[in-house]
């Protein structure tokens, strides 16, 4: 899945947040290969792991 939406949003509002919160599924790997990518806040990938976690997904 290709983002291309701008870092200014909120990760849920995104392609990545569609990915986590109802593409993928318990026990799936996600692998990101550049944090930076996805998005610029620390809080947002605490927040997107926490999804992670609460989901059953390996990230």
């Known amino acids: 899945m290709e983002n291309t939406v701008s870092g200014r949003e909120k990760w849920s509002e995104r392609g990545v947040g569609l990915l986590l919160t109802e593409t993928v599924q318990e026990s799936d790997i ?4 550049e944090v930076s ?9 605490l927040e997107m792991l926490e999804c992670c976690v ?6």
Do not use: E, H, P, Y
């Open 54 to 59: 609460l989901r059953g997904i390996n990230a």
């Open 37 to 45: 990518r996805i998005t610029r806040s620390i809080l947002q990938v």
């Open 30 to 33: 996600v692998i990101f290969s």
